[in-house]
């Protein structure tokens, strides 16, 4: 393989801070990771607490984490190359070609819960991954890492139509943060997509359960909050892997590169901070009046409703607007050929995903009662996240649109929240 000497694009705006964030957030996200499971240990559960608790080192590495990581890695990867499920073809790219990606989330997240429940029954611990959550994580930051070197160092073989508009600056400490190489492949295994939903998503999950089972272990029996943390996160998961085809059309897979921000984010960030409330749970358990859990559940129902039905609504429309689910939508032609809808879900303000993923994050930190704000991180997390990630595919579509995005923001004023925001 030759060795490209990519000239690097001219005038890339970086973005996340530009170099100095691309210097600093590979160190303060993973130390705010191993901060947070500390924290969540404590029996004060205080997010701002003096002197921190910094764990001592002997709890940072286990060989046994280390293992369990390389096998779950391996179990996913195994799992994601079994012929099972339909075969699917992304987005047109730069030179016109279509890759395709094996669409099978769903079967490895129900092979897995087969797998783990024959473990239970054979009496397998689950629940020591409480115990054994620091040097998980540690090991998962590690994991990202290498595979963020991996592929950066591997980006320079890769042809210059291969490389993500935005994450060939010049400057190494941006691109290994942003990502050089769009869709990094080995063979035909789809490194971002792999990881985008299959280690850390699934992970998510089993790590919930583990929680559950150490709550089993402790006090005889599992708490109503615990259940619905389970409950609802469980439910987000199965639909992000049941709806696997969606993933393709978003904007980390059609536009970033992957480099860190992704690797981190998918194999450490969402394992070990999105089900933060599970963990809190086991140290700190919370009474739900039935009367709470019912408020919960059905705030947890709408934001559910209008995700799934927002994304489903325009997935479909970006298929096939012909659709007679769509057909009676309003739409507006825009000079790329492609039309905006202007109506339903997308006329009521121009992220209505974004409002239902950040009513349904409020409803899995209710649970967790009020009085500790640990629970709340991932609401507060998610919503500058969304904020951000908004005003980066606002900046897109303008770009991409011109006069026909100014003429839908002036038809739909509001971004996220009706009269708001
Ligand atoms: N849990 C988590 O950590 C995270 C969850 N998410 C969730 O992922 C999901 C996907 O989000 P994301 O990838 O950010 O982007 P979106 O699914 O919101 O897609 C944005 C794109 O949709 C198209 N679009 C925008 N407005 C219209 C319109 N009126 N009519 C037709 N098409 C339109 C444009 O692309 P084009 O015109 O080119 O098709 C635009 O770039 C969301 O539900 C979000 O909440 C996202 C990030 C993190
Ligand atoms: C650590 C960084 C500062 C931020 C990293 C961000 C990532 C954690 C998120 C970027 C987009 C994501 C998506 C999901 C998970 C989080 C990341 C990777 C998603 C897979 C969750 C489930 C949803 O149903 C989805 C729509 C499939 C999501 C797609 C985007």
Redo the contacts with the bound molecule.
């Keep these: 393989m030759k060795l490209n000497k990519h000239k690097p694009a001219q005038h890339t705006e970086m973005e996340f801070g530009g170099a100095l964030g691309a210097a600093c957030i590979p160190v303060f996200l993973p130390l705010t990771v191993l901060y947070l499971l500390s924290v969540c240990r404590t029996p004060g559960g205080a997010l701002l607490q003096w002197p921190p608790p910094l764990p001592h080192s002997t709890f940072l590495w286990d060989p046994v984490a280390a293992a369990i990581m390389v096998g779950w890695i391996s179990l996913q990867s195994a799992l994601y190359l079994l012929p099972m499920g339909k075969v699917s073809e992304g987005l047109v790219l730069r030179d016109g070609s279509k890759l395709k990606y094996p669409i099978n989330g769903f079967h490895a997240l129900c092979m897995t819960a087969v797998l783990l429940a024959v473990c239970v029954c054979l009496g397998m611990p689950l629940g020591y991954l409480f115990d054994l959550v620091l040097p998980l994580a540690v090991c998962a930051i590690g994991v990202s890492y290498l595979l963020a070197l991996y592929l950066y160092i591997r980006s320079f073989w890769a042809p210059a139509h291969q490389l993500a508009l935005g994450g060939n600056t010049g400057n190494p400490l941006y691109d290994f943060f942003i990502g050089r190489e769009l869709n990094p492949r080995i063979g035909s295994f789809d490194l971002k997509f792999f990881c985008e939903l299959r280690p850390g998503l699934i992970g998510w999950v089993v790590l919930n359960a583990a929680m559950l089972m150490k709550e089993v272990e402790l006090r005889g029996s599992s708490s109503l909050a615990m259940l619905l943390v389970n409950g609802f996160q469980l439910l ?1 998961v199965t639909d992000a892997l049941w709806n696997e085809e ?1 993933v393709l ?4 897979i ?1 536009h970033d590169g992957f480099g860190f921000m992704l690797a981190f ?1 998918d194999l450490a960030w ?1 394992p070990f901070t ?1 089900g933060l409330q599970a963990m809190f749970l086991v140290i700190h358990p919370q009474t739900l009046s039935p009367l709470s859990a019912l408020g919960i559940i059905l705030l947890n129902g709408v934001g559910y409703s209008i ?1 799934r039905k ?2 489903s609504q ?1 997935n479909q ?2 298929r096939d607007p012909a659709h007679k689910s769509i057909a009676h939508l309003e ?1 507006i032609a825009t000079a790329t050929g ?5 109506s339903g879900w ?2 009521f303000v ?2 209505p ?2 409002l ?3 009513l349904m ?1 409020l409803a899995w930190s209710l649970p967790c009662g009020v009085s500790h704000l640990l629970p709340y991180f991932y609401v507060v997390y ?1 919503s500058i ?2 904020v951000h ?2 005003a980066r ?1 606002e900046r ?2 303008r770009a ?2 011109g006069l026909a995005w100014d003429t ?1 923001c002036r038809r ?1 004023p509001y971004r996220i929240i009706p009269y708001i925001y």
Aim: glycine fraction near 6%; hydrophobic fraction near 35%; charged fraction near 25%.
């Design positions: 987000y969606a059309t978003t904007m980390d059609v984010g969402v999105y995700f927002s994304n325009k429309f970006r739409t492609k039309r905006l809808l202007v997308w006329g121009r992220h995903n974004y239902g993923d950040i994050a998610f996240l969304l990630r908004e595919d897109q579509c991409k649109y839908y739909v």
